[in-house]
C-alpha cells in the first residue's frame, strides 16, 4: 500500500516453507513509535496484575481482519482489523488480558513442549526463531517470527482448547478487576465473535477459528464478570491515548475520504490535526499535513512522537534536512526510543551524515533488535564509511532475522573474513554462521 510507509511497515520475516505445500502468508509488523507508545500504556495495568510486567510487548499487525494471538512469552499481537472494530481501551485491555493469561497459565509452554518433531516445529517457523535467538543470545529475537496462516499446522498451533479458553476468560477478568478495569469489555469482544461458529470455517474471523466461542463460554464469562462487578474506575488517561491510537491506525489505513467525513468525532483538538495531517499527507499537500502536525504540536509542544510524524511528512516529502531536524527534536525529547533514534538515523543517511547516522542506529538496535529496517540501514550506512565488515554482519543478521539463512551465511562469513578475530562483531557473524550450518544439516 502506497501510503503505508508512513507507519514504518516492515516484513518480519519469511516463513520457512520446510514441509508445506500452500504458500503461507507473512505477517507484517506495524512499527510506529505514537501506536505503540499508546498500545504499553493501555496494556501497563492489566500486565502489572497479571504477574508479566514489562517482559511483554504489544505489537499490531497489518491486517484487517478480525484477530489478536500471541506466540511467545514476550509479545501479543493485534491485528489492525481488531484495534478499529473495538471502541473504547477497555475492549482492548480485555483483548490483552486474554491474552496475557494464555502467558501466565503456561499455555504457549505445554504446546512448544508438546511439538512432537523439529520437521513440525520448522514447519511453523519456530525452529528458526529460537535458532536465530540462540544464535545472537537474545531471547527477543524471536520476536521477528512471521506466522504464515493458510496451513492446517499453523492453526493448530494458535488453536486453543475450550479448556484454555476458559481459563484465560477467568485470569483475564481477574486481571482487569484487578487493575480496575471495567471486565465487561472482555464480553462485548466475545459478543462480536457471537454466532461465528456456526459459519463455515473459510468464513469466521480468524479468532474465532484460533478461540474457540460458545454460547455456554460467553455465559461462563458473565458470570465471572457478574462477580467482580462495581470495582471499575475511569481511565481518562488512556481514553485518549487510545482514541490517539486508533484514529491514526484509521487515518492511514481508511480512505482519505473517511477520515476527511469522520475527523471531528474525535474529542481532542490535537487528534483532530493530528488525523487531517495524515491525510493532507497520503494526498501529498505537504503544506496542509505540515499546517495541521503544527497546530498538534502547538497543543502538545514536548510530545516527541508528533515531532516524528513532522518528520516522516518531511522525509517523504523529500525535505530532508528538515526532516533531520523534526527527527532530531523528537530523538531529544524520547531519547530511548528505538523507533525514533531509528528514523532519526535514516533521515541523516539522506543528507550523507553516515558516521552521526551510525551512532543513532546503533543505539535504535540496541532498543529494538526486531526492526529489520534499523538492520538494513545499518548495513548501507556501514558501507557508506566503507566498513564493510560492519557491513556484513548487519546484511546477515537481518537476513538471519527473515529467515534467509543461505543469504545470511553468505555475508556471516564475508564478515568474519573482514572483522577483527574475538571482537563483538565477529562473534555475532561466527553465531550466525553456525545456526545456519545447522539448519542446513537438518534440513539433509
Same mark, same amino acid.
Given at each position: 500500500?502506497?501510503?503505508?510507509? /508512513?507507519?514504518?511497515?516492515?516484513?518480519?520475516? #519469511?516463513?520457512? $516453507?520446510?514441509?508445506?505445500? +500452500?504458500? &503461507?502468508? *507473512? @505477517?507484517?509488523?506495524?512499527?510506529?513509535?505514537?501506536?505503540?507508545?499508546?498500545?504499553?500504556?493501555?496494556?501497563?495495568?492489566?500486565?502489572?496484575?497479571?504477574?508479566?510486567?514489562?517482559?511483554?510487548?504489544?505489537?499490531?499487525?497489518?491486517?484487517?481482519?478480525?484477530?489478536?494471538?500471541?506466540?511467545?512469552?514476550?509479545?501479543?499481537?493485534?491485528?489492525?482489523?481488531?484495534?478499529?472494530?473495538?471502541?473504547?481501551?477497555?475492549?482492548?485491555?480485555?483483548?490483552?488480558?486474554?491474552?496475557?493469561?494464555?502467558?501466565?497459565?503456561?499455555?504457549?509452554?505445554?504446546?512448544? /513442549?508438546?511439538?512432537?518433531?523439529?520437521?513440525? #516445529?520448522?514447519? $511453523?517457523?519456530?525452529?528458526? +526463531?529460537? &535458532?536465530? *535467538? @540462540?544464535?545472537?543470545?537474545?531471547?527477543?529475537?524471536?520476536?521477528?517470527?512471521?506466522?504464515?496462516?493458510?496451513?492446517?499446522?499453523?492453526?493448530?498451533?494458535?488453536?486453543?482448547?475450550?479448556?484454555?479458553?476458559?481459563?484465560?476468560?477467568?485470569?483475564?477478568?481477574?486481571?482487569?478487576?484487578?487493575?480496575?478495569?471495567?471486565?465487561?469489555?472482555?464480553?462485548?469482544?466475545?459478543?462480536?465473535?457471537?454466532?461465528?461458529?456456526?459459519?463455515?470455517?473459510?468464513?469466521?474471523?480468524?479468532?474465532?477459528?484460533?478461540?474457540?466461542?460458545?454460547?455456554?463460554?460467553?455465559? /461462563?464469562?458473565?458470570?465471572?464478570?457478574?462477580?467482580?462487578?462495581?470495582?471499575?474506575?475511569?481511565?481518562?488517561?488512556?481514553?485518549?491515548?487510545?482514541?490517539?491510537?486508533?484514529?491514526?491506525?484509521?487515518?492511514?489505513?481508511?480512505?482519505?475520504?473517511?477520515?476527511?467525513?469522520?475527523?471531528?468525532?474525535?474529542?481532542?483538538?490535537?487528534?483532530?490535526?493530528?488525523?487531517?495531517?495524515?491525510?493532507?499527507?497520503?494526498?501529498?499537500?505537504?503544506?496542509?499535513?505540515?499546517?495541521?502536525?503544527?497546530?498538534?504540536?502547538?497543543?502538545?509542544?514536548?510530545?516527541?512522537?508528533?515531532?516524528?510524524?513532522?518528520?516522516?511528512?518531511?522525509?517523504?516529502?523529500?525535505?530532508?534536512?528538515?526532516?533531520?531536524?523534526?527527527?532530531?527534536?523528537?530523538?531529544?525529547?524520547?531519547?530511548?526510543?528505538?523507533?525514533?533514534?531509528?528514523?532519526?538515523?535514516?533521515?541523516?543517511?539522506?543528507?550523507?551524515?553516515?558516521?552521526?547516522?551510525?551512532?543513532?542506529?546503533?543505539?535504535?538496535?540496541?532498543?529494538?533488535?526486531?526492526?529489520?529496517?534499523?538492520?538494513?540501514?545499518?548495513?548501507?550506512?556501514?558501507?557508506?564509511?566503507?566498513?564493510?565488515?560492519?557491513?556484513?554482519?548487519?546484511?546477515?543478521?537481518?537476513?538471519?532475522?527473515?529467515?534467509?539463512?543461505?543469504?545470511?551465511?553468505?555475508?556471516?562469513?564475508?564478515?568474519?573474513?573482514?572483522?577483527?578475530?574475538?571482537?563483538?562483531?565477529?562473534?555475532?557473524?561466527?553465531?550466525?554462521?553456525?545456526?545456519?550450518?545447522?539448519?542446513?544439516?537438518?534440513?539433509?
Amino acid at each position: 500500500m502506497r501510503a503505508l510507509p /508512513a507507519f514504518v511497515t516492515t516484513l518480519v520475516a #519469511a516463513l520457512l $516453507l520446510v514441509w508445506t505445500t +500452500a504458500p &503461507a502468508r *507473512a @505477517a507484517t509488523l506495524i512499527r510506529d513509535s505514537d501506536i505503540e507508545n499508546a498500545l504499553a500504556r493501555m496494556a501497563a495495568p492489566v500486565l502489572r496484575a497479571s504477574g508479566l510486567g514489562g517482559t511483554v510487548k504489544i505489537l499490531l499487525i497489518d491486517d484487517n481482519s478480525l484477530n489478536a494471538f500471541v506466540i511467545d512469552s514476550g509479545h501479543i499481537y493485534i491485528h489492525t482489523g481488531l484495534m478499529m472494530r473495538l471502541d473504547t481501551p477497555e475492549k482492548l485491555q480485555g483483548v490483552v488480558a486474554h491474552e496475557a493469561a494464555h502467558i501466565a497459565n503456561g499455555h504457549l509452554t505445554r504446546r512448544m /513442549a508438546n511439538l512432537d518433531s523439529a520437521r513440525t #516445529a520448522a514447519g $511453523l517457523g519456530l525452529a528458526l +526463531a529460537l &535458532a536465530v *535467538a @540462540a544464535a545472537t543470545g537474545r531471547g527477543d529475537v524471536a520476536a521477528g517470527l512471521a506466522l504464515g496462516t493458510q496451513t492446517s499446522a499453523q492453526r493448530q498451533f494458535l488453536a486453543h482448547t475450550r479448556a484454555e479458553e476458559a481459563s484465560a476468560d477467568q485470569s483475564g477478568i481477574r486481571y482487569l478487576a484487578s487493575a480496575g478495569i471495567d471486565p465487561s469489555g472482555l464480553i462485548a469482544v466475545h459478543k462480536i465473535f457471537e454466532g461465528q461458529e456456526h459459519l463455515n470455517v473459510t468464513r469466521q474471523d480468524p479468532y474465532m477459528r484460533s478461540h474457540p466461542l460458545t454460547r455456554d463460554r460467553i455465559r /461462563a464469562t458473565e458470570r465471572f464478570v457478574a462477580a467482580y462487578s462495581g470495582k471499575s474506575k475511569p481511565q481518562p488517561e488512556l481514553d485518549y491515548w487510545y482514541e490517539r491510537a486508533r484514529a491514526k491506525v484509521t487515518a492511514f489505513k481508511r480512505p482519505v475520504k473517511w477520515t476527511f467525513q469522520r475527523y471531528s468525532e474525535s474529542p481532542y483538538e490535537d487528534v483532530r490535526h493530528m488525523r487531517l495531517a495524515v491525510a493532507y499527507h497520503r494526498q501529498q499537500d505537504r503544506a496542509k499535513a505540515l499546517n495541521h502536525i503544527e497546530k498538534a504540536i502547538a497543543l502538545r509542544p514536548t510530545d516527541a512522537q508528533y515531532y516524528d510524524l513532522k518528520g516522516q511528512i518531511h522525509l517523504q516529502s523529500r525535505q530532508f534536512q528538515d526532516a533531520v531536524t523534526a527527527y532530531r527534536k523528537a530523538a531529544d525529547l524520547a531519547p530511548r526510543d528505538g523507533l525514533i533514534l531509528g528514523n532519526l538515523g535514516r533521515a541523516l543517511m539522506t543528507v550523507d551524515q553516515n558516521k552521526e547516522a551510525l551512532t543513532y542506529l546503533e543505539k535504535s538496535r540496541d532498543l529494538d533488535f526486531r526492526n529489520m529496517r534499523v538492520l538494513r540501514d545499518l548495513g548501507l550506512a556501514y558501507a557508506q564509511v566503507g566498513n564493510n565488515g560492519m557491513a556484513s554482519v548487519s546484511t546477515a543478521e537481518r537476513y538471519a532475522l527473515a529467515g534467509r539463512l543461505e543469504d545470511a551465511e553468505i555475508h556471516a562469513q564475508r564478515a568474519l573474513g573482514l572483522l577483527p578475530r574475538g571482537s563483538s562483531a565477529y562473534r555475532r557473524a561466527d553465531d550466525i554462521l553456525a545456526a545456519a550450518k545447522r539448519a542446513k544439516a537438518k534440513k539433509r
